[in-house]
């Protein structure tokens, strides 16, 4: 790459910024998220696999609205996606407040549907945006440059729910509980729940002065320039024939849906291996995130060196290990293997995306979409994971992880397979 390429183009400096803002904003929301599978297990007293519905909820979210938020991508711009983004959002985040009045569980998953939706159509809308505002040669380094802010606002999620959610749990077990009377009962829902509620409806006031932000300052990709065009019929089919492509986002799928296990059930994991409570375990889940976020900036360096696939594979490879010595060794040591996983996460998401949306040209908004719609893997794997940990532990429940890294790695490689074909051919 010439030393004169530029990292973004000229002008888009100030909305580059904004859009790192909202990097940061999402990872606030997924992450104050994943301790909630744990917080609603004890506030009604449900399965493990009855609470991943949180995670089902707000990953299907994200699988439904993907889809929309390309057609008004195309239809009208980034910007417009990224403002409806944020409102739907913001909108979600407020429905904290009735949903705990309400004290039911569907209001939340309602809630956290809303949320998620919102936050689909600004990722679909903000990814390819960043991508959109420099040169194609340095645009996975780009996306990975905006994506390691994601984790400064995943540490800023896990901590407001160490410190504000899961301390304001009551101590008592699904027995105790089962023995109050219902004035009882709801007293204490009514504190856990409020407690909830608390940080995403501040999360929702930051969100509307972001909004506001995006909506006055002027922001267009280059390739927006011309405007959008109308939508080509064979878009789904060259996009599904494409095997690159598609199996981007069969990667993606996976990769997120090892994302959200390792961090959905780090706190079951190192209460059931140290035999400590969700408070102290919640604190390895925040050492996960600030390992996840170093390791977000050292790949961005590596990646100026090292091949990306070739990263990529390798991490994948080495997070199937960690995993399965998270399953063998169930003690200090493996709840270290699950925190070290986050350093082979962090490089993955953005760069499957830049990856799998090389060279497709008109098609990158809905390929676009494509990739953000395979975020359901962190609504249905979970699920498996959460059925493993009711049958068999959650030490054991490890090894649905470690199979999903072993698809990422398999990205990697071919990657790099495809790659060394058309270089011949060339």
């Keep these: 790459m010439s030393e004169r390429t530029p990292f973004i183009y000229r002008g888009m400096k100030v909305p580059f910024l904004l859009l790192v803002t909202c990097f940061a904003a999402w990872g606030v929301a997924a992450n104050m998220t994943d301790p909630l599978v744990q917080v609603f297990s004890r ?144 007293a204490v829902r009514s504190d856990e729940l409020q407690a909830v509620m608390v940080p995403y409806v501040g999360y929702a006031v930051v969100m509307l002065a972001i909004w506001v932000a995006v909506a006055l300052i002027p922001m267009r990709a280059r390739e927006e320039a011309a405007g959008p065009g109308p939508m080509s019929a064979g878009t789904f089919r060259r996009l599904m024939s494409n095997r690159h492509y598609a199996f981007g986002v069969v990667a993606q799928f996976f990769n997120v849906a090892a994302q959200t296990c390792t961090w959905t059930f780090t706190i079951q994991y190192a209460g059931a291996a140290l035999g400590i409570e969700p408070g102290p375990a919640g604190w390895y889940l ?102 493993t940990i009711d049958a068999a532990g959650a030490t054991f429940s490890y090894v649905v992880p470690a199979a999903c890294f072993l698809v990422v790695a398999a990205y990697g490689v071919f990657d790099m397979a495809s790659n060394r074909v058309a270089h011949r051919r060339g």
């Excluded at 998401?349 to 395979?374: H, N, Q, R």
């Design 43 to 186: 506030v009604f007293s449900m399965s493990t696999l009855q609470s991943s519905l949180v995670q089902f909820s707000y990953y299907g979210a994200y699988f439904l609205l993907a889809l929309p938020a390309a057609f008004i991508n195309r239809r009208f711009s980034y910007k417009t996606g990224v403002l409806l983004g944020l409102g739907l959002a913001i909108a979600g985040a407020f429905l904290f407040y009735p949903a705990s009045v309400a004290m039911t569980y569907g209001y939340f998953l309602l809630a956290l549907f809303t949320l998620a939706g919102g936050l689909s159509i600004l990722e679909t809308s903000a990814n390819p945006f960043v991508i959109g505002m420099g040169p194609e040669e340095n645009a996975t380094r780009r996306l990975n440059f905006a994506q390691a802010f994601n984790p400064v606002g995943t540490n800023i999620g896990v901590f407001l729910s160490a410190a504000l959610i899961l301390p304001n749990l009551n101590t008592a077990t699904d027995e105790q509980r089962a023995a109050m009377d219902q004035a009882e009962l709801l």
């Design 286 to 387: 925040q050492a996960s995130l600030i390992v996840f976020l170093v390791s977000r900036f050292v790949m961005v360096w590596l990646m100026g060196y090292v091949n990306p696939a070739l990263l990529l594979a390798i991490l994948a490879v080495t997070g199937t290990a960690l995993s399965l010595v998270a399953v063998l060794t169930p003690t200090v040591a493996g709840v270290w293997a699950v925190v070290a996983l986050s350093a082979c996460l962090s490089l993955m998401f953005p760069t499957i995306y830049g990856i799998a949306l090389e060279g497709l040209g008109e098609d990158t908004k809905f390929g676009a979409a494509g990739l953000v719609m395979a975020i359901l893997g962190g609504a249905l794997v979970p699920m498996v994971q959460g059925a």
